[in-house]
């Protein structure tokens, strides 16, 4: 209606827009001759921007706009507006996208009673609201994906990840391995030896682990428990089934200390029954190494133990049943599969079964959707007597307090760790891949954080009267041994250490635990290394100290694992702030992210497609083929194992 250029307060275009629903200003502090030509008043336009609140009413500072011929018909529907990436402009996409969305099948492969029966829109509409919705959209459910056409392309999208576990699931029905049924002997005697009963959750875990063994296919059972609920004695009496079959266990650990750990307790336990347990560490060295792969290739040793070592190609075992893998996030898809076929190689033609352990809980959604292709067992109950451990948070201006609070724990018979987050150079050999991008990525955290060599070094000049140990990823594996060693039989009474004593340290004497930084910490991380106190009949306490100016995120956290012990509900809350992707570690190598729905946000949705996924499975085989079609291209598979 107006269009002009102005000069006050400087050189301008301003422009008045009108339709029915009132008048908006366009100004433009920089533009040309042609566009002063080209919004004419009576032109018809097109236009977007962000809307303020000038000193005449509502504007657009260079809003984008679009002239409209005269006679030409306006469009009834939003304009998309899409990221844009180099060399393609906004007006490219747009084009490309239109004639994708008019050239591509977007019919239904979904049956109609199953839409009407879960409520769901149509597909081909679904994608065209999102991309060109009409001015009265629900904008605010859009943006929310909560909107309708957003529910049914998540639906789709989890339908096929649980069509696709569920057919990997039942094709390993097809494979062959050993059947091990029960053989009590063995079981009993370690049974009756052991100073404490089975909790009910474990006896069930034991229980449903045992069925799988005796089963002609392939077990893929996922174990998961809080720390300290006991899934190691239950792992103890899957690997006593396989060695009654005349089979041989590989149990597997993502470090040197938490492998130790199961070999001292594994040696413990069935030695004394006539097992044979070998070590098969990463830093063996060159003699002890070769006889230990001979007593693996001959059969002699029943038990093997060890870390990434095991599944290079150089370890042949001679008839591999079982295959344990602990902290089994941490492992990529290859290196489990590559210890799977070891069962091939060896005398055993037949695949081995394959327990995973996790002290990460799994939330029942996360599981439901990238664990589809496991049965899970779930210990979901601590062992009687353990004593609750206390959380503190403590500002790092109360760092005194904090220290003395050590020095009367250790001069009254107990034992502490003083954990810190980095060493000066990354912890190569024991790093999670996730975490090793993110320090690529933020390499001032060296700088900015004290490594655990100088806080040593403080630690023992304050605490002269005491003995302080010292275990990172750097040290050699004879040396973490030793100091592991001492700490475990009291000769040392504090141990400075990094995150590598995260999982497998287990000293009930220590009952107190100091976290430096603790802010920069995830959740699943601070709540495993809370598990290494409060394994004994003291009273333990863990001591978060943080630096203060915390941001958000930080203080939500914190708060989180101050007020929660439950491993679960920590994992549930770990979802929510973080997503799939890192509670997932290194399995997300086999299994890409969802791309539309969120796991946690849309735990409904995965509940109505993993049912849908079942009912089409067994009555409706052709919608499945076209269903995977479309979204996975022929691949048919969200896992590459």
């Not at 063995?186 to 229980?207: E, I, N, S, V, Y």
């Not at 899957?238 to 130790?260: S, Y």
Request: glycine content about 8%; proline content about 5%; charged content about 25%.
């Amino acid at each position: 209606t107006d269009c002009a250029v102005k000069f006050r307060p400087k050189r301008q275009l301003v422009c008045s827009v009108e339709d029915d629903s009132g008048t908006v200003v366009m100004r433009f502090l920089n533009f040309y001759g042609s566009q002063v030509r080209q919004l004419a008043v009576g032109t018809r336009v097109r236009m977007y921007g962000e809307i303020r609140q000038g000193f005449f009413g509502a504007e657009m500072v260079h809003p984008k706009y679009r002239v409209v011929a005269e006679g030409a018909p306006v469009a009834k529907q939003l304009t998309p507006v899409y990221p844009t990436t180099a060399g393609l402009s906004q007006a490219t996409l747009q084009h490309l996208i239109g004639n994708a969305l008019e050239s591509i099948d977007l019919d239904d492969t979904l049956p109609a009673e199953l839409l009407a029966q879960r409520k769901l829109a149509g597909f081909r509409d679904s994608v065209r609201y999102l991309h060109h919705p009409p001015p009265a959209a629900e904008l605010a459910l859009l943006e929310r994906r909560a909107h309708p056409a957003w529910r049914r392309v998540k639906f789709d999208e989890l339908l096929a990840q649980q069509l696709s576990m569920r057919i990997h699931y039942d094709k390993r029905k097809q494979i062959t391995a050993p059947s091990l049924v029960p053989r009590v002997a063995l079981t009993r005697a370690l049974l009756d030896a052991l100073p404490f009963a089975l909790t009910k959750p474990q006896q069930r875990a034991a229980g449903e682990i045992s069925a799988d063994l005796a089963r002609a296919y392939p077990m893929q059972r996922l174990l998961q428990g809080d720390v300290g609920s006991g899934k190691t004695i239950v792992a103890a009496l899957a690997a006593l089934q396989a060695i009654e079959n005349g089979f041989q266990v590989a149990i597997m650990a993502p470090t040197e200390i938490l492998a130790e750990q199961h070999f001292a307790k594994f040696s413990g336990w069935l030695t004394r029954l006539g097992v044979t347990v070998a070590w098969l560490g990463g830093n063996l060295a060159a003699k002890p190494k070769r006889e230990a792969l001979g007593k693996v290739a001959d059969g002699s040793a029943q038990i093997v133990i060890g870390t990434h070592a095991l599944f290079q190609d150089n370890v042949e075992f001679s008839k591999l049943g079982l295959a344990i893998v602990d902290e089994q996030h941490r492992f990529g898809v290859r290196q489990r599969l590559a210890l799977r076929q070891k069962g091939a190689k060896g005398g055993a033609r037949a695949q081995p079964h394959q327990l995973m352990m996790s002290a990460t809980p799994i939330p029942r959604t996360l599981a439901m959707s990238y664990y589809a292709d496991l049965d899970v067992s779930v210990i979901d109950e601590l062992p009687p007597g353990r004593t609750p451990i206390a959380t503190r948070l403590v500002s790092d201006a109360r760092r005194d307090e904090v220290i003395q609070r050590v020095r009367d724990a250790c001069m009254n018979g107990s034992q502490a760790y003083w954990v810190c987050p980095l060493i000066e150079e990354a912890e190569a050999d024991e790093m999670p891949v996730a975490r090793k991008k993110a320090r690529g990525r933020g390499g001032m955290d060296a700088l900015q954080l004290q490594s655990v060599i100088e806080t040593h070094e403080k630690l023992c000049a304050t605490f002269p009267e005491l003995r302080v140990g010292l275990v990172h990823g750097r040290l050699a594996a004879a040396d973490k041994a030793a100091v592991m060693q001492a700490f475990a039989t009291g000769a040392t009474q504090l141990l400075v250490a990094t995150t590598v004593i995260e999982v497998g340290v287990d000293v009930p004497n220590a009952t107190l635990m100091v976290i430096e930084n603790a802010e920069r910490m995830g959740l699943a991380q601070l709540h495993q290394l809370r598990g290494r106190v409060g394994r004994g009949a003291g009273h333990s306490t863990c001591i978060l100290l943080y630096k203060n100016a915390l941001s958000a995120l930080a203080r939500e956290r914190l708060k989180i694992i101050y007020e929660n012990t439950d491993g679960f509900e920590i994992a549930r809350e770990d979802l929510r702030l973080r997503g799939p992707g890192e509670l997932l570690g290194a399995r997300q190598s086999g299994v890409p992210m969802l791309r539309f729905a969120d796991v946690s946000a849309d735990a409904d949705i995965v509940e109505s497609a993993r049912d849908a996924a079942q009912a089409l499975l067994q009555s409706k085989p052709q919608v499945v083929e076209l269903h995977l079609q479309r979204w996975l291209g022929g691949r048919q598979n969200y896992l590459r194992v």
